[in-house]
């Protein structure tokens, strides 16, 4: 069997251009995960202000209606929140507005870790 120079070329040609336009979409990819990985880890903690709504001394949270987070995309809402170890839900007060530091752990898990304005 004959293959003329010419279509061999072509053929090889191609092939090569499909494994650069892989590789680029692959380096995309990886740009993308670092993208998100650094816009999670860049606010992980905020500031923001809320209204005590409930004293939960059991499980030590406090229910907050809190401002909007424009870091996380969160309209405003009231939500539980975990108190970071030191902190103690009975030392708050329904109706008390507070200003403080919200952490985020995983999706739904949050935490006050100061407060600075009381
Ligand atoms: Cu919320």
């Known amino acids: ?3 003329p120079f010419k279509d061999l070329a072509l053929v090889s040609c191609s092939v090569l251009l499909c494994a650069a336009a892989l ?5 995309e990819h990886k740009m993308e995960h670092k993208q998100m990985a650094s816009a999670q880890s860049m606010a992980e903690v905020v500031t923001t202000s809320g209204v005590v709504k409930g004293v939960l001394a059991d499980t030590n949270q406090l229910k907050v209606q809190h401002q909007r987070i424009p870091e996380w995309d969160m309209r ?6 975990n108190l970071a170890p ?17 952490k985020q752990q995983n999706m739904m ?5 100061d407060v600075i304005d009381q």
């Open 109 to 113: 898990k949050f935490t006050i870790t």
């Open 86 to 102: 030191g902190m103690q839900a009975a030392d708050f007060k329904e109706g008390q507005a507070i200003r403080f530091h919200l």
């Open 76 to 81: 405003q809402m009231q939500m539980k929140f």
């Open 1 to 3: 069997m004959f293959i």
């Open 23 to 27: 590789t680029a979409q692959a380096e």
